[in-house]
């Protein structure tokens, strides 16, 4: 279905077309004599258009028609027709660049064939009568190359993201191609096609086959000629990252493929792991924690830089606060929730009524500030009707803090509470008596996820704080559905065989082994930036909790990546790339 004033049309399976006049109440119908139809978007109008009734239909069998359901006999008066010959269409939209009704219509298509095609329909409506020819039809080409990669066809594109993961010289994007030429090479080196491909990689796998590599290098050749890997701002962005550890790498992988959440989860996992070590160092009373630089700068600037390639400031600030909001989704460490919810609490102060009062309260209390809520709730008007349990809220947060009264407040306030309704209260009194825990999952149970790791993060530790983010973890795999989001809160709360296990569940072997991959490098660093003798370091931090190597899920991993591997390579070898 798709609506726009004064029209409702409809598709179905038969290839009928009814649409409805919800001005006139008038309606209408014709068949196509197609197949299925699959998608229905209107035309654009500006002003002085004659009809605002023109719509492009995508039928089931790859093709598509634009009628005007404005006159006459629409299929009569078809505007595409007869249809290209051999362009089987996946999808289409109108491009919206027309700002005269002189303009012609430009028409989106992604094709069957792995290309991208505009096509401009030129429509003069002093023609529109039954019987009129085809109008004037232009297709545009561009006589660049598109250096889009998700255009490539899927076991193509898929090889290109495993040789961005692993890692390859900035050099094998420089090419002698005629194409290529014509635009300004930044990239240090030249490619050379009498070179060995070996020599590009950074390093061969320590997981999967080290030939494949090679063998995905051979396949990518024809498009490495021809300049439509990489264009040259992106390869020159690859060659800051590309030692920069394999989580950079794989963040820029999915970030060139559109997958967002998948780069945040890659730039937020060195923190995860370094977060989890950490915690384990701080098991024993004469080690302190390791710092590790803030990189949360130059994470936001290398996604905003990934994903877009504008130039105008304003563009992108708020690029970066997109960005940095998207990173605040992941936080998980003590800092970054407080931040969050210290940046919330003055936008309560400037709303008015009971329900920001409320909601002012539970910032505060869920990062320790007890006094201020106490404060806050004392100065309830005594004519509200929320007087009497704000005050007894009031003295059982108070007694948290003196503890003189706190067992006749508790019994007196909990009485009363049952009265309010109020689903946040009773967490509110665990807190008063120190039962964080119970606290935790009573906010957990009511919803509220972000704010139990707040609480659990300003008064929990050690392995009742990673019970409330393994919780977390859980609820965002299965019923959020986001799996990268789950990744980092497994990670942190040093579930890792968890995540391994969500990652083998979602049939993603390769990011699987990216996984065990970064996650052993970051670990490497880890150990390396601590230094100091060998008794300073325990056997439990020799290998990462479920990761050693003699593990049974790592090593099913590492076989069922190497056969993703070679199955990627004989689907590879089995498509032809394409070429003009």
Request: hydrophobic share 40%; net charge negative; proline share 6%.
């Amino acid at each position: 279905m798709a609506y726009r004033l004064p029209h409702v049309v409809m598709g179905d399976r038969s290839g009928n077309i009814r649409w409805w006049d919800v001005t006139t109440g008038q309606s209408s119908s014709f068949n196509t004599y197609r197949e299925g139809v699959r998608r229905i978007k209107f035309s654009p109008v500006v002003a002085g258009d004659r009809s605002r009734g023109r719509v492009a239909v995508l039928f089931n069998d790859n093709t598509f028609s634009v009628f005007d359901l404005d006159s006459p006999d629409p299929l009569a008066n078809s505007l595409l027709q007869p249809q290209f010959p051999g362009t089987l269409v996946l999808e289409l939209d109108w491009l919206h660049l027309r700002t005269d009704k002189n303009d012609p219509l430009v028409l989106c298509m992604a094709g069957a064939d792995s290309s991208f095609r505009l096509i401009e329909v030129n429509i003069n409506d002093k023609k529109m009568v039954p019987g009129a020819l085809p109008r004037n039809i232009k297709e545009r080409f561009r006589p660049m190359p598109l250096c889009c990669p998700v255009l490539l066809p899927t076991p193509h594109a898929l090889a290109l993201r495993m040789i961005l993961q692993l890692g390859v010289k900035p050099s094998w994007f420089n090419t002698t191609g005629t194409t290529i030429d014509k635009r300004p090479h930044l990239v240090p080196g030249m490619a050379s096609s009498s070179e060995d491909l070996r020599s590009y990689l950074i390093e061969l796998p320590s997981v999967g086959d080290s030939v494949v590599p090679e063998l995905l290098l051979k396949v990518l050749e024809p498009y490495r000629k021809e300049g439509c890997i990489l264009d040259d701002e992106r390869a020159r962005l690859y060659a800051t990252i590309v030692n920069k550890g394999c989580a950079a790498r794989f963040a820029f992988a999915a970030a060139t493929f559109g997958e967002v959440s998948e780069a945040l989860f890659w730039l937020q996992l060195p923190r995860a792991i370094n977060h989890l070590m950490n915690k384990l160092i701080n098991k024993s009373p004469q080690k302190a924690p390791i710092s590790v630089p803030n990189s949360d700068l130059d994470d936001k600037s290398l996604l905003s830089r990934i994903t877009s390639k504008e130039k105008s400031t304003s563009e992108t600030e708020q690029r970066d606060a997109l960005t940095q909001g998207q990173l605040r989704l992941m936080a998980f460490e003590q800092e970054d929730l407080w931040e969050s919810a210290n940046e919330r609490i003055p936008w309560h102060e400037k709303l008015e009524g009971e329900e920001a009062i409320q909601n002012h309260v539970h910032e505060l209390i869920t990062i320790g500030n007890l006094e201020g809520a106490v404060s806050l709730l004392l100065s309830t008007s005594p004519e509200s009707p929320y007087f009497y349990p704000n005050a007894l809220r009031a003295v059982a947060l108070s007694s948290a803090v003196s503890r003189s009264l706190l067992e006749l407040a508790v019994k007196v306030v909990a009485a009363n509470m049952v009265r309010t309704d109020r689903s946040l209260s009773g967490t509110h009194l665990l807190c008063a008596v120190g039962r964080y825990q119970e606290a935790c999952s009573q906010l957990q149970d009511a919803g509220y996820w972000t704010d139990a790791a707040t609480l659990a993060a300003a008064h929990l530790k050690g392995s009742d704080y990673a019970r409330v983010l393994q919780r977390w973890a859980e609820h965002v795999l299965h019923a959020e559905h986001n799996i990268w989001r789950a990744l980092i809160l497994f990670v942190a709360a040093g579930a890792i065989q968890e995540a391994l296990a969500a990652l083998r569940e979602a049939q993603q072997p390769d990011t699987a082994a990216m996984f065990i991959l970064a996650c052993r490098e970051i670990h490497m660093q880890f150990i390396t930036n601590l230094g100091g003798s060998e008794d300073e370091t325990n056997d439990s931090m020799v290998d990462l909790p479920g990761l050693s190597p003699g593990n049974d899920d790592v090593i099913a991993v590492g076989e069922y990546f190497g056969e993703y591997q070679r199955k990627l390579v004989h689907l590879c070898m089995d498509a032809q790339p394409f070429s003009d």
